[in-house]
Nanobody, 114 residues
Framework: VQLVESGGGLVQPGGSLRLSCAAS????????MSWYRQAPGKERELVAA????????TYADSVKGRFTISRDNGKNTVFLQMNSLKPDDTAVYYC????????WGQGTQVTVSS
């Protein structure tokens, strides 16, 4: 099983980034997927989640209206579109597969700074 995140980087406040998480080694379309983040000195927190077919999404209050989670089951990939980024969004972002064993990616750094 592999979950490989990409798309992180350094962006100025107000900017945008699109994270991707490519999955392999399990039946991607069967499971919900989530994005979490962990800032230095803080606990890992749920950012957004999407159901297996993509019809249902949930978001942390702190990102509602700014972030959008989506998935392409044909490409085994989940995305996180992040707009209007703030310095408080700086963190390592992880994707997570809500399969019975629960799989994590290695994370991708997002830094929002001028």
């Amino acid at each position: 099983v592999q979950l490989v995140e990409s798309g992180g980087g350094l962006v100025q406040p107000g900017g945008s980034l699109r994270l991707s998480c490519a999955a392999s080694g399990f039946t991607f379309s069967r499971y919900g997927m989530s994005w979490y983040r962990q800032a230095p000195g803080k606990e890992r927190e749920l950012v957004a989640a999407i159901s297996s077919a993509g019809g249902s999404t949930t978001y942390a209050d702190s990102v509602k209206g700014r972030f959008t989670i989506s998935r392409d089951n044909g490409k085994n990939t989940v995305f996180l579109q992040m707009n209007s980024l703030k310095p408080d969004d700086t963190a390592v972002y992880y994707c997570y597969a809500t399969s019975p064993l629960g799989y994590w990616g290695q994370g991708t750094q997002v830094t929002v700074s001028s």
